[in-house]
């Protein structure tokens, strides 16, 4: 497509482009750079914000766009494909509406911060027809598919058991200076941060959570006194690796009531089993996965370009032994390791011709109902509950690629 576009007159090429909308144009508008470029496929033709400021960013950064402050006016505005950017918790309400209006819509993981709310949205696409893309961008994060590479070629054989340890380095910059901080928003940062690695553990294992359970806690932020509003600033504003150790963060937001360290337990569908560790205030940041089969573990090292994925497929005797393959992890233009622009590219090839994507809503469902499930039992003593299934009919239409009906 783009190389046919290429070779075309301006004019048709200007007339093949997506007309692209994005509602919130906060943290995540970045993402607009690898959607607006006219006369190769898609434009950002109009960009919604209640915000003040996100109206005035979005004015500066695509000065071509229409601004608005009203979901009415980009609903009614004829595009064809959205963004919802939002906050979280916001993500049905905005969602809901542009795919009944027949606009194809990318949300931004996690669905929302309640399972209710991300049942709403892939019923709306459903009964709508319209097309549905979650932004799950570790999907096409090099350490991500390189270690579905290598669990997808049998080198360690039928996968048993995942691992995972998230040092959040940044926590306290990232998550405890505004509505990130804060349960009505976020539900946990178990939910709101780990539903990447919950839907990755779930794409390395092969199946979904069907029963978990967790343990957490609010260790270190909770008892910072110094507060601030910072409803006028944004994370960029704050940020510094200065910052540090996180008992003299300042500033903090008014309202803290979600944990800095969690740790969850998931039975899978498949019989696999799966951990999760979450922690807010460490020095580093970086998350490791091990996954162990029956012939074999990996491990990586760091995960980013020219970090490791080690694999051992040998029995040794005691002790650290080297592995038998180290395999470089890859480097990619754009966010997180060439995710973002990957992520875009799928998203706008998927809303103009459809077809199967690396992304799934089932999946991004299921990420939902474990984070959910696992923030409940955190605070009603750490029992194991069960994940409620999605319908059916839901599962098969999205599985089968959203076909047309």
């Given at each position: 497509?783009t190389?046919?576009?290429?070779?075309?007159?301006?004019?048709?090429?200007?007339?093949?482009?997506?007309?692209?909308?994005?509602?919130?144009?906060?943290?995540?508008?970045?993402?607009?750079?690898h959607v607006?470029?006219?006369?190769?496929?898609?434009?950002?033709?109009?960009v919604?914000?209640?915000s003040?400021?996100?109206?005035?960013?979005?004015?500066?950064?695509?000065p071509?766009?229409?601004i608005?402050?009203?979901?009415?006016?980009?609903?009614?505005?004829?595009?064809d494909a959205?963004l919802?950017?939002?906050?979280?918790?916001?993500?049905?309400?905005?969602a809901?509406?542009?795919?009944?209006?027949?606009?194809?819509?990318?949300?931004?993981?996690?669905?929302?911060?309640t399972l209710?709310?991300a049942?709403?949205?892939?019923?709306?696409?459903?009964?709508?027809?319209?097309?549905?893309?979650?932004?799950?961008?570790m999907?096409?994060?090099p350490v991500?598919?390189q270690?579905?590479?290598?669990i997808?070629?049998?080198?360690?054989?039928?996968?048993?058991?995942?691992?995972?340890r998230?040092?959040?380095?940044?926590?306290g910059?990232y998550?405890?200076?505004?509505?990130?901080?804060?349960?009505?928003?976020?539900?946990?940062?178990?939910l709101?941060?780990?539903?990447?690695d919950?839907?990755?553990?779930?794409?390395?294992?092969?199946?979904?959570?069907?029963r978990?359970?967790?343990?957490?806690?609010?260790?270190?932020?909770?008892?910072?006194t110094?507060?601030r509003?910072?409803?006028?600033?944004?994370?960029g504003d704050?940020?510094s690796?200065e910052?540090?150790?996180?008992?003299?963060?300042?500033?903090?937001?008014?309202v803290?009531?979600?944990?800095?360290?969690?740790?969850?337990?998931m039975?899978?569908?498949?019989?696999?089993?799966a951990?999760?560790?979450?922690?807010?205030?460490?020095?580093?940041?970086?998350?490791?996965?091990?996954?162990?089969?029956?012939?074999?573990?990996?491990?990586?090292?760091?995960?980013?370009?020219?970090?490791?994925?080690?694999?051992?497929?040998?029995?040794?005797q005691?002790?650290?032994?080297?592995?038998?393959?180290?395999v470089?992890?890859?480097?990619?233009d754009?966010?997180?390791?060439?995710?973002?622009?990957?992520?875009i590219?799928e998203?706008?090839?998927?809303?103009?011709?459809?077809?199967?994507?690396?992304?799934?809503?089932?999946?991004?469902?299921?990420?939902v109902?474990?984070?959910?499930l696992?923030?409940?039992?955190?605070?009603?003593?750490?029992?194991a509950?069960?994940?409620?299934?999605?319908?059916?009919?839901l599962?098969?239409?999205?599985?089968?690629?959203?076909?047309?009906?």
């Amino acid at each position: 497509m783009t190389d046919l576009l290429a070779e075309a007159p301006e004019y048709a090429r200007k007339t093949t482009d997506l007309r692209v909308g994005i509602v919130g144009f906060g943290l995540r508008a970045s993402l607009w750079r690898h959607v607006h470029k006219p006369g190769a496929g898609s434009e950002v033709v109009m960009v919604c914000d209640i915000s003040e400021r996100g109206r005035k960013d979005a004015a500066e950064k695509i000065p071509t766009a229409t601004i608005t402050s009203s979901l009415d006016e980009l609903l009614g505005a004829g595009l064809d494909a959205v963004l919802v950017l939002t906050p979280d918790n916001r993500h049905a309400e905005i969602a809901v509406q542009t795919l009944k209006a027949g606009i194809a819509t990318f949300c931004e993981k996690p669905l929302d911060v309640t399972l209710e709310a991300a049942d709403a949205i892939l019923t709306a696409a459903y009964t709508s027809g319209t097309r549905l893309y979650v932004g799950h961008n570790m999907r096409h994060m090099p350490v991500v598919v390189q270690m579905r590479e290598l669990i997808q070629a049998g080198t360690i054989g039928e996968v048993k058991a995942v691992w995972c340890r998230h040092f959040v380095g940044n926590g306290g910059d990232y998550y405890f200076k505004d509505w990130h901080a804060e349960r009505a928003n976020t539900t946990s940062l178990l939910l709101q941060k780990g539903a990447h690695d919950i839907d990755v553990i779930h794409w390395l294992a092969g199946g979904y959570s069907k029963r978990v359970s967790a343990i957490g806690d609010l260790a270190v932020y909770g008892s910072i006194t110094n507060r601030r509003d910072n409803s006028d600033r944004r994370m960029g504003d704050w940020f510094s690796l200065e910052n540090w150790p996180p008992t003299e963060q300042t500033e903090l937001n008014p309202v803290i009531d979600v944990e800095d360290i969690s740790m969850m337990q998931m039975v899978l569908d498949n019989g696999a089993l799966a951990s999760y560790q979450q922690c807010h205030f460490t020095p580093d940041y970086w998350r490791n996965y091990t996954v162990i089969g029956t012939k074999g573990r990996i491990e990586n090292f760091g995960d980013g370009p020219g970090d490791f994925i080690h694999v051992w497929t040998t029995r040794s005797q005691g002790g650290f032994v080297e592995p038998d393959q180290k395999v470089e992890i890859k480097d990619g233009d754009g966010g997180h390791g060439g995710a973002d622009p990957l992520l875009i590219a799928e998203f706008l090839r998927f809303a103009r011709d459809g077809g199967a994507t690396a992304t799934s809503p089932v999946a991004a469902r299921a990420s939902v109902a474990a984070g959910v499930l696992a923030a409940q039992s955190l605070r009603s003593g750490g029992g194991a509950l069960n994940v409620p299934d999605l319908p059916a009919e839901l599962i098969a239409y999205f599985d089968a690629g959203q076909p047309a009906r």
